[in-house]
């Protein structure tokens, strides 16, 4: 009944009488659990919880209140944020009983505006590195290949159809590049646009939650929740859409993601003003890792400890390598962070948004760490980590090949943003239907 | 339990001391990058900028 269909579809299905909101839940929860085998994007499917919060929205609906566009919408959160007597294991072998209290902010919001919550997704340990006994999510489209990280669980369970919405977070592209490698549309908000109190201790300054689904409106629909509005993204009209192709960024691509991604750039040209522009990314993955792994290991040495040899080889590895960074390296990395924040800035002010591929090649076959691609490769993901502006990756071409394109839009308009790749979305998919 | 904490120190710094110049080291997985990163970012001019400048209170609305 659910699979496959999306938040408004959802919605339409319940305001019109054609179902309940548990018998969506119970489908979505038939849907999820056929899946899991085949793919492990769940650590805890929380039937329970659903079936209580379905039987609530169907007691709304019968007294005639409305709670908003996510009403008896099954959802999923990265296993990282609390949730009240459920466990928060932050994909680690050492948090399996963790039950950290009350709900997260941003669970509490999506309670409130009825949206059900079928299970906590999984991912990388802590956001690094690997549980030996979780194992990575596998990728709908292929099982033999990873669903990318280290919101892959979240992507997953939204491109197998089993559920239309999921959060993930993404501190280094943790929701972009899953949600390019599954072929569906995440977006990595402004830093601080979205509450992330409830939350496990993460690298705090590069770190957002962001939602995931199958299309950008289903996105800006979670994203009016999950900030606290009770309405949908204000409207931006249909005005001149300025995009500004990011130069030199589809460097490195492999061919299939190369040439979609070059077909979608052309169509933007036929109907947008498309200009290009030249940014500095020297030094930029230096700067994120370096910040990244300081704050990590700063967040994580002491709440971790008498824990840390559960943890993974990566994980330990990490905060070993966030201690040996010299005090005056770290400050290298934030001045280089400066200079990116004010060159994206300043091509921002005469284009409405930016462009660039979301990953460059296919889904990973393995879960290695290091390889010379992921730390020192020609990546637009974790740059915006740095800088804060939001970005949501659309896919692109063949489902599971990569293919995709990130939309960076300007600090805190991310409505602006959302609107901008609304038309961006509408635009590719009108030239990707078979004419007839 | 004895904190795993320590040893995690004295590995992260016994590295950066073991990196320096007349020290001969054959690092593995992220160490090799972290030399990397570090002499990447020892290269680049950056001095007219402030290091904290891009960060930003959170924006996030309160509570509806």
Same mark, same amino acid.
């Given at each position: 009944?659910? @699979?496959?269909?999306?938040?408004?579809?959802?919605?339409?299905?319940?305001?019109?009488?054609?179902?309940?909101?548990?018998?969506?839940?119970?489908?979505?929860?038939?849907?999820?659990?056929?899946?899991?085998?085949?793919?492990?994007? *769940?650590?805890?499917?929380t039937a329970?919880?659903?079936?209580?919060?379905?039987?609530?929205?169907?007691?709304?609906?019968?007294?005639?209140?409305?709670?908003?566009?996510?009403m008896?919408?099954?959802?999923?959160v990265?296993?990282?944020?609390?949730?009240?007597g459920?466990?928060? &294991?932050?994909?680690?072998?050492?948090?399996?009983?963790?039950?950290?209290?009350?709900?997260?902010?941003?669970?509490?919001?999506?309670?409130?505006? #009825?949206?059900?919550?079928v299970?906590?997704?999984?991912?990388?340990?802590?956001?690094?590195g690997?549980?030996?006994?979780?194992?990575?999510?596998?990728?709908?489209?292929?099982?033999?290949?990873?669903?990318?990280?280290?919101?892959?669980?979240?992507?997953?369970?939204?491109?197998?159809?089993?559920?239309?919405?999921?959060?993930?977070?993404d501190?280094?592209?943790?929701?972009?590049?899953?949600?390019?490698?599954?072929?569906?549309? #995440?977006?990595?908000p &402004?830093?601080?646009?979205?509450?992330?109190? #409830?939350?496990l201790p993460?690298?705090?300054?590069?770190?957002?939650?962001?939602?995931?689904?199958?299309?950008?409106?289903?996105?800006?629909?979670? *994203?009016?929740?999950? &900030?606290?509005?009770?309405?949908?993204?204000?409207?931006?009209?249909?005005?001149e859409?300025?995009?500004?192709?990011?130069?030199e960024?589809?460097?490195?691509?492999?061919?299939?993601?190369?040439?979609?991604?070059?077909?979608?750039?052309?169509?933007?040209?036929s109907? *947008?003003?498309?200009?290009?522009?030249?940014?500095?990314?020297?030094?930029? *993955?230096?700067?994120?890792?370096?910040?990244?792994?300081?704050?990590?290991?700063?967040?994580l040495?002491?709440?971790?400890?008498?824990?840390?040899?559960?943890?993974?080889?990566?994980?330990?590895?990490?905060?070993?390598?966030?201690?040996?960074?010299?005090?005056?390296?770290?400050?290298?990395?934030q001045?280089?962070?400066?200079?990116?924040?004010?060159?994206?800035?300043?091509?921002?002010?005469?284009?409405?948004?930016?462009?660039?591929?979301?990953?460059?090649?296919?889904?990973?076959?393995?879960?290695?760490?290091?390889?010379?691609?992921?730390?020192?490769?020609?990546?637009?993901?974790?740059?915006?980590n740095?800088?804060?502006?939001?970005?949501?990756?659309?896919?692109?071409?063949?489902?599971?090949?990569?293919?995709?394109?990130?939309?960076i839009?300007?600090?805190g308009?991310?409505?602006?943003?959302?609107?901008?790749?609304?038309?961006?979305?509408?635009?590719?998919?009108?030239?990707?239907?078979?004419? @007839? | 339990?004895?904190?795993p904490?320590?040893?995690?120190?004295?590995?992260?710094?016994?590295?950066?001391?073991r990196?320096?110049?007349?020290?001969?080291?054959?690092?593995?997985?992220?160490?090799?990058?972290?030399?990397?990163?570090?002499?990447?970012?020892?290269r680049?001019?950056?001095?007219?900028?402030?290091?904290?400048?891009?960060?930003?209170?959170?924006?996030?609305?309160?509570?509806?």
């Amino acid at each position: 009944m659910t @699979s496959g269909r999306s938040v408004s579809e959802l919605a339409a299905l319940l305001r019109g009488g054609e179902c309940s909101a548990v018998e969506i839940a119970t489908s979505a929860l038939e849907a999820v659990e056929e899946a899991e085998p085949r793919l492990r994007a *769940f650590i805890t499917i929380t039937a329970r919880r659903a079936l209580a919060q379905a039987r609530a929205v169907d007691l709304a609906i019968a007294q005639g209140r409305d709670l908003g566009p996510l009403m008896g919408v099954p959802w999923a959160v990265k296993d990282v944020f609390a949730t009240e007597g459920i466990p928060t &294991t932050g994909g680690s072998d050492a948090l399996r009983d963790h039950r950290p209290g009350p709900d997260a902010e941003i669970v509490s919001r999506m309670d409130r505006a #009825g949206a059900v919550l079928v299970g906590k997704t999984n991912l990388h340990e802590l956001g690094w590195g690997l549980s030996r006994e979780i194992g990575r999510t596998n990728n709908p489209h292929d099982v033999s290949l990873g669903s990318g990280g280290s919101s892959g669980g979240s992507a997953a369970a939204v491109a197998c159809g089993a559920i239309p919405l999921a959060v993930g977070t993404d501190g280094g592209g943790s929701v972009r590049m899953p949600a390019a490698y599954c072929a569906i549309v #995440g977006l990595k908000p &402004t830093h601080g646009r979205i509450s992330m109190a #409830g939350h496990l201790p993460a690298a705090w300054s590069v770190g957002d939650a962001g939602p995931m689904a199958r299309s950008v409106v289903d996105v800006a629909s979670a *994203f009016s929740v999950l &900030t606290g509005q009770r309405a949908g993204p204000a409207s931006h009209g249909r005005s001149e859409l300025r995009i500004g192709l990011v130069a030199e960024a589809a460097e490195g691509a492999s061919a299939e993601v190369g040439e979609a991604y070059a077909a979608a750039t052309s169509a933007l040209a036929s109907s *947008f003003a498309l200009d290009e522009v030249q940014l500095d990314l020297s030094g930029a *993955f230096s700067a994120w890792a370096i910040t990244y792994a300081c704050e990590l290991s700063d967040a994580l040495r002491h709440w971790l400890a008498g824990r840390i040899g559960e943890t993974s080889p990566e994980l330990q590895e990490i905060i070993a390598m966030g201690l040996a960074v010299p005090a005056p390296s770290y400050l290298q990395a934030q001045r280089l962070r400066t200079r990116l924040f004010h060159d994206v800035e300043a091509a921002l002010r005469t284009r409405e948004v930016l462009v660039t591929p979301g990953v460059l090649g296919p889904p990973p076959a393995t879960e290695d760490y290091w390889t010379d691609d992921e730390a020192t490769g020609n990546s637009w993901l974790s740059p915006l980590n740095l800088t804060g502006h939001p970005a949501v990756v659309l896919p692109l071409g063949r489902p599971g090949s990569g293919a995709s394109m990130q939309v960076i839009g300007r600090y805190g308009d991310d409505e602006g943003l959302l609107a901008a790749a609304l038309r961006i979305e509408e635009l590719l998919t009108a030239r990707s239907q078979p004419r @007839s | 339990v004895t904190s795993p904490g320590p040893h995690l120190v004295e590995i992260g710094t016994t590295w950066w001391l073991r990196s320096q110049p007349g020290h001969d080291t054959a690092e593995t997985g992220g160490f090799k990058y972290l030399r990397l990163w570090l002499a990447e970012l020892e290269r680049i001019d950056l001095d007219r900028f402030e290091p904290f400048d891009a960060l930003r209170p959170p924006i996030d609305p309160p509570a509806a």
